[in-house]
């Protein structure tokens, strides 16, 4: 059975057009599938994780940015406890699937 949870999010900074905010996972775990309807990219900064997106299956490491285009389901789990934050619009609606 996969082990999921809810990312541990603080917001960083705000601005009138964007936002950054600091995203958390564990081990193992996986967090909540979903897409948003404008573009925004995740910056890795400790920890490694996969990004599963469509059928690719993206390692990301500290110090790696990714791009995540918009309306595209996507989910991260962690390989090693992680932190990433994540630079997108302030109009941004996500999606969740279960």
Avoid: W
């Amino acid at each position: 059975m996969e082990k999921s949870m809810k990312p541990n999010v603080k917001l960083l900074a705000q601005g009138t057009e964007f936002t950054a905010k600091r995203m958390r996972g564990k081990e193992t775990y996986f967090l909540p599938k979903h897409a948003a309807d404008v573009e925004s990219i995740i910056f890795i900064h400790e920890g490694e994780c996969i990004l599963f997106m469509d059928t690719e299956e993206i390692h990301l490491k500290p110090g790696d940015a990714y791009i995540i285009p918009p309306n595209v389901k996507h989910q991260f789990k962690g390989i090693t406890d992680f932190a990433g934050i994540h630079f997108m619009p302030k109009n941004i609606n996500f999606k969740f699937y279960t």
